[in-house]
């Protein structure tokens, strides 16, 4: 077993039976202050505050310091808070796009860049000359980073690959990369994610790719949990996407949507229509989408990196709350639109940008986080049971201060 000691502040405690905040619930980040952890086979035993009302050790903090089998460990008046849990990210990929990036200060915009046959191609290009073993060293590296700013669960789309050898390598090094890290991994088939540079002009064609021959050797090999579509102008229809969900959904892949990041696309109402687990970007969603959403258990997922890095609208997070729905933040981590892993930074942006208030950008990033990827019944809130994600900080003096303080490296060990 594992003792932590002398937290600060313990935050993020939530029952067993909430598994979601929405509405006027996400404003609420219970709290403990001067507080012990215990752990027992990496799940959480107990918790509470060190000492009673009167200013005595806690009887059982004082139980467990006596015992020898238990590891201590001093917090030394740091908070202890559930990882966070990003459930959106593209970091299995060939190299970075910082051309495109001066591109974008020039004043082209995503759409035309991807017109111009950058973009995601350009990256599906880069992919295709590399191998399993070169992608997965690049991608770990990513990924350890994420590790030590934090982060416990992590979603993975392929989508760079646009062929289906190249789909598979993606899905295969995601796969090896769980071997590899206690983090909790999460595999999303994204092969809609554009249209293969050798199908330019034959959309449908592609589609039907898609369909008859990629889902089906993904889903043999079982290498994905999600299937996703990137339904916007410019990229996959309404329909499409459904014909592409319904044939993931034979080999047990649950949808989730990339919808309305350029334009009202319709990709919230397929989503719902197909009980998604996610609809995610968000950032052109009309009115009626939000209204859509209330009758569903779909959880909309907000990337204000990609808004922040594309100097692009943020989503409405802030109205989606006020409405009383539940609203997750996530990195979308790519080389394209968003270059960054930083979830702390997510949370930040999600406060300045989308007025969110900290204690509801922090559930943002946790236990909503971890209902869109299906893991909230054992990650992302302190809660007796559940598996023992934790990073413990610096001592600081607010949990307000995590994303008032923009730029600072808080975690200490996670």
């Not at 619930?25 to 505050?49: C, H, Q, S, V, W």
């Not at 034959?202 to 898609?210: G, I, N, S, T």
């Not at 050797?217 to 290498?223: D, I, P, S, T, Y």
């Not at 052109?284 to 939000?290: E, G, L, N, P, Q």
Request: aromatic content about 6%.
């Amino acid at each position: 077993m594992k003792l932590i000691k002398n937290i600060g502040i313990l935050g993020g405690i939530l029952p067993r039976e909430k598994t979601r905040l929405a509405g006027a619930e996400m404003a609420r980040f219970e709290t403990i202050a001067d507080a012990y952890l215990l752990i027992d086979n990496d799940r959480i035993k107990d918790f509470g505050p060190m000492r009673d009302d009167t200013g005595a050790e806690a009887p059982a903090l004082r139980q467990m310091l006596t015992r020898d089998d238990v590891e201590v460990v001093d917090a030394q008046g740091g908070a202890v808070l559930p990882r966070w849990c990003d459930s959106h990210t593209h970091i299995v990929y060939a190299g970075s796009r910082e051309g495109e990036f001066t591109d974008k200060i020039r004043g082209l915009s995503y759409a035309e860049i991807a017109a111009r046959g950058g973009g995601i191609l350009n990256s599906a290009d880069l992919l295709h000359t590399m191998s399993e073993q070169q992608l997965f060293d690049a991608a770990m590296l990513r990924l350890n980073d994420m590790h030590a700013s934090g982060t416990g669960c992590v979603e993975i789309k392929s989508g760079y690959g646009l062929t289906t050898e190249d789909e598979l390598k993606m899905l295969r090094v995601i796969r090896e990369m769980k071997r590899h890290t206690d983090m909790e991994i999460r595999a999303t088939f994204l092969g809609a994610h554009a249209v293969g540079r050798a199908y330019t002009g034959r959309q449908a064609e592609y589609v039907d790719l898609v369909i008859r021959e990629m889902i089906p050797a993904v889903g043999r090999e079982g290498l994905a949990d999600f299937i996703d579509v990137f339904c916007d102008k410019g990229f996959f229809t309404p329909e499409e996407t459904r014909r592409i969900l319904l044939a993931g959904a034979e080999y047990g892949m649950r949808p989730k949507i990339h919808a309305c990041e350029l334009a009202d696309s319709g990709g919230v109402k397929v989503g719902v229509e197909m009980q998604a687990l996610s609809v995610d970007h968000l950032e052109s969603m009309a009115d009626d989408d939000i209204e859509l959403l209330k009758t569903s258990q779909t959880m909309p997922t907000a990337l204000p990196g990609t808004s922040f890095f594309l100097n692009m609208p943020y989503a409405p997070a802030r109205k989606m709350i006020d409405r009383g729905l539940a609203v997750a933040v996530a990195s979308d981590y790519n080389p394209g639109s968003t270059p960054s892993g930083n979830m702390k930074f997510v949370t930040s942006l999600a406060c300045i940008k989308m007025r969110l208030q900290p204690a509801e950008a922090l559930n943002a990033a946790t236990i909503n986080g971890a209902a869109a990827m299906g893991l909230s019944h054992d990650y992302g809130s302190i809660t007796l049971g559940k598996r023992a994600s934790v990073f413990i900080t610096r001592p600081i003096p607010s949990i307000d201060y995590i994303p008032y303080a923009y730029t600072e490296p808080i975690v200490r060990t996670v």
